[in-house]
C-alpha cells in the first residue's frame, strides 16, 4: 500500500497537468465521472494515502489501495479504474477506489492530521493519542485520523528507532517515548520521502521486513499485531514493551 510520501512523489510527478483540461474519461470505476470532460484541473493535492485531483467545485479523491499503481502518459495492458486524457498525455489508475468530492476540498479534510503537510499538529495528535490510552502503538500509528499516511513501512521503522515494542500500551508510554512517537513519525515519513525520490528506500530499512536486528544482533520477531493484524518486525531485546 503506498504510503503518505509515495503520494506526495505523484503530487509532484503530475504538476504537468496543473492548469489543463480534461478531454476525454475513461476507466471501469462505477462512480460518474461524466461531468470531468471539459473540466480544468485546479491543483493536486495529497491528505494521507489519498491523492486528490482538484476541480472548480469538486475533488476526485483516489485512493490506491493495497495494489494500486498509476501510469503518467502510458498505459498498462489492463483496463484503468480511471483514466483521465488531455492533449498531448494521459492519467491513469488502476486497483484504486474513486470518489468524487463536492465543495472546497479545504474544508473536506482535517490538515493538521496530515503527517506530511505543513500544518501537521503534533499537540492534536498527542490529544487524540491520550483519548485511547489502552490502544496499542502498532494501531495508533496505523490510524489515518491521527496519523494520516502513516503505513506499515512507517510504523515499524519508527518503533525501531524509538526503541519501543509494537504491542506496547499508549497510555502506558513513558512522556520521552510518547514525545518521541510523534517526532519520529514525521521525521522518517520525511526521511522515507527522500529515499524514495532516491531509489535508495529498502537500503535504510533496519526493521521492516528484515531478520536480524542490526542493534543486538539477534532474530527479529514477525508477528500480525494488534487490531489492525498488520505485519509487525520488533526486536524483543532493545523494543520495551510498555504495558
Known sequence: MPEGPSIVILKELVQQFKGRTVIEVGGNTKVDISALPGQV????????????ICFSGFTVKIHLMLFGT????????????ISLLFE???????????????GKI???????GDIMSDKWSPSKAKKKLKACPDALVCDVLLDQQIFAGVGNIIKN???????????????????KQLNALL????????DFL??????????????????ICPRCDIPLVKKYAG?????????????????
Open 194 to 211: 527522500e529515499w524514495k525520490k532516491n531509489f535508495v528506500l529498502r537500503k535504510h530499512w533496519l526493521a521492516h521486513t528484515k531478520k
Open 183 to 190: 517526532r519520529e513519525a514525521r521525521a522518517y515519513s520525511f
Open 227 to 243: 487490531k489492525t493484524n498488520r505485519r509487525s518486525y520488533f526486536c524483543i531485546n532493545c523494543q520495551v514493551l510498555y504495558e
Open 88 to 102: 498531448n498525455g494521459e492519467l491513469n489508475f488502476y486497483a484504486c477506489t474513486v470518489a468524487v468530492i463536492p
Open 41 to 52: 484541473i485546479t491543483d493536486f493535492k495529497s491528505w494521507g494515502k489519498n491523492f486528490l
Open 106 to 112: 479545504d474544508t473536506a479534510f482535517d490538515w493538521e
Open 157 to 175: 521503522e519508527v518503533l525501531f528507532r524509538i526503541f519501543v515494542h509494537p504491542e506496547s500500551r499508549v497510555g502506558a508510554l513513558p512522556v
Open 70 to 81: 498509476y501510469r503518467i502518459n502510458e498505459q498498462r495492458p489492463v483496463k484503468p479504474r
